[in-house]
Nanobody, 128 residues
């Protein structure tokens, strides 16, 4: 049974930090390009960060320099370290696994292209 289970969300003040985790099971995690997406109320889902199988990463302009995506293939876990949080970072955050054999351009796509699996999401709320 495939599962992606996010944790680590919560409420913080602006300027604070959170670390999201996503525990993967039921599929070959290390062979997947993995991504974090977010969706705020009334807005479309957007890509936040991506990490490829070789560890290369890509970020949305809005989070560059503040967020860091990483992965632990031994523990089948994806992370998102979020620093200097802003109220506009408030959203439900989802981890996702892209299909096997995606090319790097597809892996790094901002859109939710070629996604096989989604987590249930974890809420992040940033207040002034």
């Amino acid at each position: 049974q495939v599962q992606l289970v996010e944790s680590g969300g919560g409420s913080v003040q602006a300027g604070g930090s959170l670390r999201l985790s996503c525990a993967a099971s039921g599929f070959a995690y290390s062979s997947r390009c993995m991504a974090w997406f977010r969706q705020a109320p009334g807005k479309e889902r957007e890509g936040v960060a991506v990490i490829d199988r070789d560890g290369s990463t890509s970020y949305a302009d809005s989070v560059k320099g503040r967020f860091t995506i990483s992965r632990d293939n031994a523990k089948n876990t994806l992370f998102l370290q979020m620093n200097s949080l802003k109220p506009e970072d408030t959203a439900m955050y989802y981890c996702a696994a892209r299909r096997v054999w995606v090319t790097k351009p597809i892996c790094f796509a901002a859109a939710d292209t070629a996604i096989d699996y989604w987590g249930q999401g974890t809420q992040v709320t940033v207040s002034l």
